[in-house]
């Protein structure tokens, strides 16, 4: 007479990786030339300290649950979960490390400190299925299906002179790279059904993906004199994140009864990378004293993608339908290049830069459909807050230079797409109603600075250095998009879009003596927001609202402090010296547009200003 059908299905993994490689020379003499060992110490023409690792984490987990009840009174229920948590690293205490500290170094070729992370990888799919069928005069089917899975990569990268003295004929590089990779699937499916006079089905799905990148890549020499032909210090971060998380709820009753499905997908990436790359002395007699060329480059490249999705069916005399999907992502990497603390650098041409590139998108979509009511919400937002700094000099530090160039820049990491883009679409369809409602929302707050730092003193007056240039460069490229349809005897659809960006571009000189042939101040940059939205419904009552908004800001500055002491010797060189800021903003289908950026910008210039464009456009479409 009664029949009851119970099943359960759980899976769960966890997986850590922490192991660290290590290099190292460590107060030692070694001198080195072409024809073989020369003085008390022992090696090659060419020094080479490397660390290299390698890390992978593959998890697969999977439950299942079904059941099946027959009886005059027919009861079955459902429930799947699956769990996964994977990390690599331990919160920035492992990794790979190449050095060398407390040495007196002598070669006649290069040196070279790598450390390099050649792939730190995590793939993860995680699905959980649950099914409950239910037959009788009375019937009732519940499936509950839920999965989730936790991603972290958190370790360093680090190469590094410390505390030494290097002497070559040859190159010296320091250099720290980064790979790392999460690439997850996340995926839940629920289904129930009910077969009788009277019954009831209801299935529940859903899915969660969390992702954490949260790693120190950092190459300098420190507390060490170093003289050689070239010098090169390079941090290179280079992340990737492929997330999905997806979730399907099917709920059919065949008799007089309700059904109800609900999915909800959720999707999380943050990333607070520290990528920096520099040269740091005492400020007492540290030295870097070079026939050739000097660069110390940071850059970050975060390429990510995620994706949410969520369907919901539910059919039956008295059905509901609901889905919901939320992706968030919040990136937040800090680069910095500096050289500072050195009582003398003499070298042709310096380059200090320190530069992010962005390739991010996120995707939410969700679909509902009913015999009865239907209801949808879906949700994207990308926020950037990057800070990008790079500088040169301090209290007594003497450049003697054909070139300085420090640079700060962000911008796109592919070219023709977008650095940040969001898209949210839903969609609602009901015999009875059909209510649905997406957001899409990007925003950047990102800091670039250049600064030239007080105290600093660049040629003498009987030894000119040549061009000398700050440059600060924002370029924000983001874009939002939102859809939303429905539709029932009463459809109302929603779609809101906002892009919005308050970013930071200077370029600052402080109380410095500089003796050049040339010099350039320059902050600036692109800013470039679209926000576009379409919303349709139908029914005998419909009613849609589609309403996108742009709003940007920027402090734009590129200033001389009035204790700075300039030369521009134009029989040395050539004299020219200006400054110039500007900052050309264009908005894309928004409505609003804060044009207090012009009257911040012409209130900070105090050198040169050269007008910028503002454009505002709104359009969105409506049926």
């Given at each position: ?112 400190v790598i450390a390099r992370i050649q792939k730190a990888k995590i793939k993860a799919e995680v699905i959980s299925v649950a099914a409950a ?125 309700f059904s109800i499905a609900g999915s909800g997908a959720e999707t999380e990436t943050i990333l607070t990378n520290t990528v920096s790359a ?346």
């Open positions: 007479v009664f029949a009851l059908s119970l099943s359960g299905a759980g899976a769960f993994a966890e997986n850590i990786i922490s192991s660290s490689a290590t290099a190292r020379v460590v107060d030692s003499r070694i001198s080195s030339s072409v024809t073989g060992t020369t003085g008390s110490g022992n090696g090659a023409a060419n020094l080479k300290v490397e660390s290299t690792s390698s890390a992978e984490i593959r998890a697969l987990i999977v439950s299942a649950a079904a059941a099946i009840s027959v009886g005059k009174v027919g009861i079955a229920v459902g429930v799947g979960l699956s769990d996964a948590k994977n990390t690599i690293g331990s919160s920035g205490l492992g990794g790979v490390f190449a050095s060398i500290e407390g040495s007196d170094i002598h070669t006649s070729n290069d040196v070279s069928i239910a037959a009788g005069f009375v019937a009732g089917a519940v499936s509950v299906a839920g999965s989730d899975a936790l991603n972290v990569l958190s370790y360093s990268a680090q190469s590094f002179i410390k505390g030494s003295t290097v002497s070559t004929s040859g190159n010296v590089n320091v250099e720290a790279y980064d790979n790392s990779e999460i690439d997850s699937f996340v995926g839940a499916a629920a289904i129930a059904a009910s077969f009788g006079a009277f019954g009831g089905a209801v299935s529940i799905a859903v899915s969660e993906a969390d992702n954490q990148i949260g790693n120190t890549i950092s190459a300098y020499i420190e507390d060490s004199s170093v003289t050689a032909n070239d010098v090169s210090v390079l941090a290179d971060d280079s992340s990737k994140v492929y997330s999905a998380s997806l979730a399907a709820s099917l709920a059919a009753s065949i008799s007089i009864g520099y040269l740091q002395g005492t400020g007492l007699n540290d030295t870097m004293s070079l026939t050739g060329n000097l660069k110390v480059n940071a850059i970050s490249k975060p390429d990510f993608y995620t994706e949410t999705g969520a369907i919901s069916v539910s059919l039956g005399l008295a059905a509901l339908a609901d889905s919901g999907g939320s992706n968030i992502m919040t990136v937040n990497p800090d680069v910095s290049a500096y050289v500072k603390g050195y009582q003398t650098v003499t070298a042709q041409d310096v380059e200090i830069l320190a530069k992010a590139q962005l390739a991010l998108k996120g995707v939410a979509e969700g679909m509902s459909i009913s015999t009865g009511l239907s209801m949808g919400s879906n949700s994207t937002t990308i926020n950037v807050g990057s800070t990008i700094a790079a500088s040169a000099g301090g209290a007594n530090n003497q450049f003697h230079v054909r070139k300085l160039d420090i640079l700060s820049e962000t911008g796109a990491l592919h070219a023709g797409r977008h650095a940040v883009e969001a898209i949210g679409n839903s969609s609602a369809g009901g015999l009875l109603l059909g209510v649905t409602s997406t957001s899409a929302t990007v925003g950047n707050t990102e800091s670039v600075v250049s600064q030239l730092v007080n105290g600093t003193k660049i040629g003498t007056a009987d030894r000119y250095s040549g061009q000398i240039s700050i440059s600060s460069s924002s370029n924000v490229d983001q874009r939002a998009e939102s859809n939303a349809a429905a539709g029932g005897l009463i459809g109302a659809g929603e779609a809101r879009a906002t892009a919005n960006s308050n970013t930071t571009s200077n370029a600052l000189i402080g109380d410095v003596t500089v003796y050049a042939g040339q010099m350039s101040v320059d902050a600036g940059g692109n800013s470039y927001s679209n926000a576009t939205t379409e919303a349709g419904s139908g029914g005998l009552v419909a009613a849609s609202g589609a309403r996108p908004l742009v709003d940007m800001d920027a402090n734009v500055k590129a200033q001389i402090s009035d204790g700075a002491d300039i030369n521009i010797h134009e029989q040395q060189y050539y004299e020219d010296l200006y400054a110039a800021a500007y900052d050309a903003l264009s908005a894309g289908y928004g409505d609003e547009f804060d044009q207090r950026t012009d009257d911040q910008i012409i209130d900070l210039i105090k050198l040169s200003y050269t007008d910028a464009e503002f454009n505002a456009l709104s359009q969105s479409d409506i049926d």
